[in-house]
């Protein structure tokens, strides 16, 4: 089993839709989960980065934890033309900062 | 303040030769690491650097090998090239080795090998 899973499946959506991403993860040890965006040929952005189990909300994007079930998400409302990039998740434990990664969703939104 | 930097963009080498990478990391970082990512995959973790010293090291063979200098710059060297080492190179840095699990990436290296 993978310490990360994301299912990699492309995903398009109409401009102003809501963008749902999730990995799983089989680590315990992982304490602080991170997504990525990253464009075509471009290096990861770093979106949002949270530690706690809950929500954590910047803009548009919204990050949730849940460690007990070893489940993330994250949600991009009234989304973009711009937002069309590969979505990356990543995770490390503590005193570690080796990222494990998913292995990316492709999100096209369409105008 | 300059964000992660990588040379050279893109790159092209034959099976067996050796490669050098370079990344200059964020001003005030003290710690690299280096990631691996082929197409359609998430980066995977090659080695850290922190204050000069490798720390942590994933599933890589001892041909991936690195430095780090005292301004914080980094370089990969990778020898006897295979044709499975064609991939973007990445270069992430970060503030400190424990504390801060924030890791800024620079644009990467694409590496082929033919």
């Known amino acids: 089993q993978k310490e990360v899973e994301q299912d990699p499946g492309p995903l398009s959506v109409p401009e102003g839709a809501i963008v749902s991403l999730n990995c799983t993860y089989s680590?315990?040890?992982?304490?602080?989960f991170m997504w990525y965006r990253q464009y075509s040929r471009k290096g990861p952005e770093l979106l949002m980065y949270?530690?706690?189990?809950g929500n954590k909300e910047d803009g548009r994007f919204t990050a949730q934890v849940d460690k007990s079930s070893k489940y993330i998400s994250l949600f991009i409302r009234d989304s973009q033309p711009s937002d069309s990039a590969t979505y990356l998740c990543?995770?490390?434990?503590?005193?570690?900062?080796?990222?494990?990664f998913g292995k990316g969703n492709q999100v096209v939104v369409i105008p | 303040e300059t964000g992660v930097t990588q040379s050279p963009t893109h790159l092209i080498k034959t099976r067996g030769q050796q490669v050098t990478l370079r990344c200059s990391s964020q001003?005030?970082?003290?710690?690299v690491s280096w990631y691996q990512q082929a197409l359609g995959q998430g980066p995977q973790f090659i080695f850290q650097?922190?204050?000069?010293?490798?720390?942590g090291r994933g599933n890589f063979p001892p041909r991936f090998s690195g430095l780090q200098f005292p301004n914080y710059s980094s370089e990969l060297n990778v020898n006897a090239l295979e044709l499975d080492d064609s991939a973007l190179y990445l270069c992430?840095?970060?503030?400190?080795?424990?504390?801060?699990?924030?890791?800024?990436f620079g644009p990467g290296t694409r590496l082929t090998v033919t």
């Open positions: 992430a840095s970060s503030l400190e080795l424990a504390g801060s699990y924030e890791q800024y």
């Open positions: 949270t530690y706690s189990s």
């Open positions: 001003s005030g970082h003290n710690t």
């Open positions: 990543a995770m490390s434990a503590y005193g570690n900062n080796r990222l494990a």
């Open positions: 650097y922190y204050r000069e010293e490798e720390n």
């Open positions: 680590n315990s040890a992982f304490q602080y």
